[in-house]
């Protein structure tokens, strides 16, 4: 039922940089700003990245968000064994889909 | 600082309503731009957005649940409710409430612990 395609999976080594695609359409992504969660095992969604490219008070400057026509990334530098987690994309949707979609999801592997 | 806490039955049967209640701190849900909203994860699956309430009582729901969900606040209890009738199987998840706010991309930047709910004869 999702309207953001992401990959389902990724990986990297410790240290490496991963990156994560986030692909919509002009009527979410296209017109609307992108949000990023991180869902470790067993808890609650938490909001990583918010208008694209932005960060919470908290959130590691390894974290960076962008943003271009209906696509966006999530990437991770220097990549640690506390971000395996799966790992959301979100945005409005102008469209009938529904105001608010959130991606497939991408499950991140620290190897 | 802000917290909020889902509760309702674990269990549920199918055709039944299922009723959720969140109940929230740190924050008033009459402050200019303030929403509250609701989202569900069943297990092993991605995240699915529900519904939204406003500090202004404006409230938007999924197109495809649309017909499904009732969400109302109460503002003096610090509470939001989400109803969701005629129960099937097909629903059993985690279900999410989580705070929204101006200034942060319409993101949800606080959420609560989760409750999960069995749609099971």
């Known amino acids: 039922q999702s309207v953001l395609t992401q990959p389902p999976s990724a990986s990297g080594t410790p240290g490496q940089r991963v990156t994560i695609s986030c692909s919509g359409s002009?009527?979410?992504?296209?017109?609307?700003?992108v949000n990023w969660y991180q869902q470790l095992p067993g808890t609650a969604p938490k909001l990583l990245i918010y208008s694209n490219n932005q960060r919470p008070s908290g959130v590691p400057d390894r974290f960076s968000g962008s943003k271009s026509g209906t696509s966006a990334s999530l990437a991770i530098s220097g990549l640690q064994s506390e971000d395996e987690a799966d790992y959301y994309c979100?945005?409005?949707?102008?469209?009938?889909?529904?105001?608010?979609?959130f991606g497939t999801g991408t499950k991140v592997t620290v190897l | 600082q802000i917290t909020l806490k889902e509760s309702g039955p674990t269990l549920v049967k199918p055709t039944q309503t299922l009723t959720l209640t969140c109940t929230f701190s740190?924050?008033?849900?009459?402050?200019?731009?303030?929403?509250v909203g609701w989202i569900r994860q069943p297990p092993g699956k991605a995240l699915e957005w529900l519904a939204l309430i406003y500090w202004d009582d404006d409230k938007r729901y999924s197109p495809s649940l649309k017909s499904r969900l009732t969400i109302t606040k109460d503002t003096s209890k610090n509470q939001v409710v989400l109803t969701m009738t005629n129960m099937d199987p097909v629903d059993t998840a985690t279900y999410y409430c989580a705070h929204s706010r101006p200034g942060y991309g319409d993101s949800f930047d606080y959420w609560g612990q989760g409750t999960l709910v069995t749609v099971s004869s």
């Open positions: 979100a945005a409005w949707d102008d469209s009938l889909n529904g105001p608010y979609v």
């Open positions: 002009s009527s979410n992504i296209g017109s609307n700003t």
């Open positions: 740190g924050f008033s849900l009459s402050t200019s731009g303030v929403g």
